[in-house]
């Protein structure tokens, strides 16, 4: 069979300008997460069929490369269909096998335990632009911390990250499935509907509320609930405190305290936060994942549209692995979009040291090669990055493309020294 | 189906304190070897199944996992064997995929390109003790410089980054597959038969000449061919120089320059280190890849027995890609057996900051709490790594399981100051 030069269908070689801008960005994630307590953590990338079709992936769950089953296991003669040719698959996301890794080892684990997780997650989407079927994912998340401390921690390190990688004005929107979950029964929806009401409303940006509400009625939902809906919705908008106003409106479908805890949370992040953005309470907030259980939030720069990172509460999904609950938070940086926005920019990491191109020409003695080797060596010893290279012939296209490459200073070497 | 707490067969899952070690040896590897001007690239670890199956790898081949084909791509009733039902799999080394990649990139790579890769690679070996079947490898190439330049860096780099870990007084063995060859047609083997004179020959340090000698008999070989390539290994032994002997004996056989170019190799890596370590000829270095043309090496430290890195030259497989043949040399460090050992030693990585805990009372109020994160953050802006968690029950217990995580430093805070 023939060889093939390019890379599977939706999946990239990354060149070397942008692995510098990825190496620079794992350091200032491990530098800055590392100095809020966050140990970094790893797990296979294939997981087990069975964990990762348990229905808590959503949409992602029909995205999985499966991997073949080998050796006598794998029998094509009676295999019915696929569940019988496969025994497991590359990971998805990284809070399934977080949760597994969680049940596996937390007798050796801190409690509550703070992890970051770095690493390639697989999706078979379709290929489109900009978007990869292998991509980094970068989570952090709190496990075994029920109170709040859990969420403001993520929102207050996230934040810092992002100021430190050069980013301003972004903003934080926060939200509990609760509060989603309230409204919906202050209106009159059934428990049993609430994903539908929420799929819609997750629409709000795009379709506004007249969108929403005539699509909640094409849905089936009453009109007179619709209305209701609409009513808490227009009114809670015009008001200074939407949340104040939903702590009244609502008092009958959710507890105080829920209410209490989420604007303090709001308001510690904002008072607590040393980079410059903006924290709020967005009622309209869905987020995909049906694993969430409690607060959830978003992070967007108005100048990228969507958003850079998410997560949330999702308090029962160890459970799920352990039988006991344990209570669990975490916030995901779109670890490839802030490459793109960072290669977009024409950044350049900061460089931490000179680079110096020794060029030799080809005809040197071993001798002399020994000497250049070694004077690179105690270059190198002083932090100098020392590339030593034979001469091209053509040695300005040589020099040209060093110096792309960052190469500032260039030193030649010949057998005789030129007069 | 029930979900699984066990990572998947032979992989694991990777605790905090290994972390924090393969954290800082990828730390050393990326600074020392980008100090040499090795650049970091990165290829997909799903790779076409034609490209991972074209009999450059070996025994590896048989080891691959293997990706279902998706979608309608997809048809079980139609499917004969594996081979209709699988499209891609898991790389199950870095060099087949770095020679696609150049090939695919090389308009936009500097020449000679110096690649660094670190990353996971998959062998549904049997599992064993100490083995996975995922793990990390990690290689520096030289593509397009067919000078011994690049054997001679490739060496001292990766001796200067064991230098730097700490390893001492480790050893380098070295090589060409030419010499194996002209030694087995000194001894008139015919080259077709070539291959199986050197797994016998490979097997030297377990059986000695003795051994191999009689395992060539019995493989069929003619006796007086055995007998030739006896009195040649066993002469060559006895000298002071085994090159200079060599040199003279196989000068039907082999290029004098090639003998010339090793001698040289080899004193330079000598002269030009700053690391402890010996380099030496070793006739009897085989390796298995029979992807190798050329120079061939392996480093050992004699407390571990076993090899911790191997390369060699490899200068027709880019050419299996592009047509046009591209010289190439690599050299692999054996990545998770360095972490293994430095694990067995309680290796803890050189601490480059203070860590303190902040336990805080569980009922502090918001307003106390956010004084605390900001107190904390204050100290984290000063390069501090600050873990503040809410005080459990048992605070003895806590604090143990703290100080195994490193903290030296504990602070307390109570809603109400204790007196």
Redesign the interface.
């Known amino acids: 069979?023939?060889?093939?030069?390019?890379?599977?269908t939706g999946?990239?070689?990354?060149?070397?300008q942008e692995?510098?801008i990825?190496?620079y960005l794992i350091g200032q994630i491990?530098e800055t997460y590392?100095?809020?307590?966050f140990?970094?953590?790893?797990?296979?990338?294939?997981?087990?069929i069975?964990?990762l079709?348990?229905k808590q992936g959503g949409e992602n769950e029909k995205l999985i490369?499966?991997?073949?089953k080998?050796g006598e296991k794998?029998n094509?003669e009676t295999?019915d269909?696929?569940a019988d040719?496969?025994?497991?698959g590359?990971r998805y996301d990284l809070t399934v096998p977080l949760a597994?890794?969680f049940?596996?080892?937390a007798g050796?684990?801190?409690?509550?335990f703070?992890a970051l997780q770095i690493g390639?997650v697989?999706r078979?989407d379709r290929p489109q632009k900009g978007r990869f079927r292998?991509f980094y994912q970068c989570d952090i998340d709190i496990l075994g911390?029920s109170?709040s401390?859990a969420e403001?921690?993520l929102m207050?390190a996230t934040s810092?990250l992002l100021g430190k990688v050069g980013f301003r004005g972004f903003k934080i929107r926060v939200n509990d499935r609760k509060i989603l979950k309230a409204m919906a029964n202050y209106s009159g929806f059934e428990e049993a509907q609430h994903d539908t009401v929420f799929i819609i409303l997750d629409k709000m940006d795009k379709i506004g509320i007249d969108g929403v509400a005539n699509e909640l009625v094409e849905s089936g939902f009453a009109p007179e609930g619709v209305a209701k809906y609409r009513t808490l919705f227009e009114e809670m908008t015009a008001t200074a405190d939407p949340l104040l106003y939903l702590t009244e409106k609502l008092k009958e479908y959710i507890e105080e305290s829920v209410m209490i805890s989420l604007k303090?949370m709001i308001?510690?992040v904002i008072?607590?936060a040393?980079a410059d953005f903006e924290v709020l309470f967005d009622p309209t907030l869905v987020r995909g994942m049906s694993y969430y259980t409690g607060t959830i939030f978003e992070m967007e720069m108005p100048e990228f549209g969507s958003s850079v990172a998410g997560g949330g509460r999702y308090d029962q999904m160890i459970g799920?692995?352990?039988g006991i609950e344990t209570p669990a938070c975490g916030f995901s940086i779109g670890f490839e979009r802030i490459v793109t926005i960072l290669l977009d920019q024409g950044f350049v990491p900061p460089m931490e040291?000179a680079?110096v191109?020794y060029l030799?020409e080809?005809e040197v003695s071993?001798d002399k090669?020994?000497t250049i080797?070694?004077e690179a060596?105690e270059q190198?010893?002083q932090?100098?990055?020392?590339?030593?290279?034979?001469m091209?012939k053509n040695k300005k296209f040589?020099k040209e493309?060093?110096t792309?490459?960052g190469y500032q200073e260039f030193k030649e070497f010949y057998q005789t020294p030129l007069v």
Chains 1, 2 share one sequence.
């Not at 932090?383 to 034979?390: I, R, T, W």
């Open positions: 069979m023939a060889l093939s030069k390019k890379p599977v999946m990239k070689d990354i060149l070397p692995m510098a990825r190496d491990k590392g100095r809020f307590g140990s970094s953590v790893e797990t296979p990338c294939v997981e087990h069975e964990n079709s348990n490369f499966k991997i073949l080998r794998l094509l295999a269909s696929e040719l496969v025994d497991s590359l597994r890794y049940a596996n080892n050796q684990l801190p409690m509550p703070k390639s697989w078979a292998q911390e109170s401390l403001i921690e207050l810092t303090e308001e510690s008072t607590c040393q799920k692995f352990t040291k680079k191109a030799v080809k071993a090669l020994c080797l070694k060596e190198r010893t932090g100098v990055q020392v590339l030593v290279a034979k091209n040589q493309q060093l792309k490459e």
